[in-house]
C-alpha cells in the first residue's frame, strides 16, 4: 500500500546545479501536485497536473519545471538550483477535484539544501 | 498574499481536554476547507473537510465548524490525546487543484 513515493528523501546541491525529483503514485489518481514548504509558512503549490499531458502552473512556479507522461509519475525539474529554494518538497496526488471533493494524499517529502 | 491563516503557532492541552484550533481566510471564493494533520518527516496526512454549504462536519473525536460570515473555521478534538500531538494545517480552496495553506499550528497534548 505505497501511495505516493517521492525520492529522494534528501537532497544537497551546489548553486547551479540541476536535479530532479520523483514523485509516483499507485492510486490511479488523476491530479497531482508539487508543494513547497519553507520553515514557518504552511505549503505552497508549484505546479499541479490534471492528467497525462496536462500541466499548470501553481502560486510559486519559477524555477522548476514539471511534465506528466504517465498517470503514475509526476517529476519535478530544477534547472538551476538557487539557494532561495532550499525547502522540503511534496508530493501530492488526488482522485478529483472541485465538486468530487477529494482530498489530496501526500508523500513524505524531499528535504532539498542548496548550497 | 497569506489568504489562509493560522495565527496561533503553538497550543498546548491537557490529556482529556478538548482541543480547538482556528483559521481564518480572506478569499470569499473558498468553497471546500481541509484540515491537515502532519508528523515529523512525514507528508501531511487529511484529518477532515468540509463544504461551503456546511456549517459543521463531525468524525469521531474531531469535528470542524465553518462561519462564512466571520471567514473563520475551527477543528474541534475532544477528548485530546498524546497521539494528536501533531502539526495541524488548515487548507481551502476555490477547485482541489488550488489549494492554499496556513502556516500550521503545533498541537502539544499532555499526558
Known amino acids: 500500500n505505497a501511495g505516493v513515493t517521492q525520492t529522494p528523501k534528501f537532497r544537497i546541491l551546489k548553486i547551479g546545479q540541476s536535479m530532479t525529483l520523483q514523485c509516483t503514485q499507485d492510486m490511479n489518481h488523476n491530479y497531482m501536485y508539487w508543494y513547497r514548504q519553507d520553515p514557518g509558512m504552511g505549503l505552497k503549490l508549484i505546479y499541479y497536473?490534471?492528467?497525462?499531458?496536462?500541466?499548470d502552473k501553481g502560486e510559486v512556479p519559477n524555477g522548476y519545471n514539471v511534465s506528466r507522461s504517465t498517470t503514475e509519475d509526476f517529476p519535478l525539474r530544477l534547472e538551476l538550483a538557487a539557494p532561495s529554494q532550499t525547502s522540503v518538497y511534496f508530493c501530492a496526488s488526488s482522485y478529483g477535484s472541485g465538486a468530487s471533493n477529494q482530498p489530496q494524499h501526500f508523500g513524505d517529502g524531499t528535504r532539498l539544501s542548496i548550497l | 498574499d497569506q489568504q489562509v491563516k493560522q495565527n496561533s503557532p503553538s497550543l498546548s492541552v491537557q490529556e482529556g481536554r478538548i482541543s480547538i484550533l482556528n483559521c481564518d481566510y480572506t478569499n470569499s471564493m473558498f468553497d471546500y476547507f481541509l484540515w491537515y494533520k502532519k508528523y515529523p518527516a512525514e507528508g501531511p496526512t487529511f484529518l477532515i473537510s468540509?463544504?461551503?454549504?456546511?456549517d459543521k462536519n463531525e468524525d469521531g473525536r474531531f469535528t470542524v465548524f465553518l462561519n462564512k460570515s466571520a471567514k473563520h473555521l475551527s477543528l474541534h478534538i475532544v477528548p485530546s490525546q498524546p497521539g494528536d500531538s501533531a502539526v495541524y494545517f488548515c487548507a481551502a480552496s476555490v477547485w482541489n487543484n488550488d489549494m492554499r495553506f496556513g502556516a500550521g499550528t503545533r498541537l502539544t497534548v499532555k499526558p
Open positions: 468540509i463544504s461551503s454549504i456546511k
Open positions: 497536473s490534471v492528467g497525462a499531458g496536462i500541466t
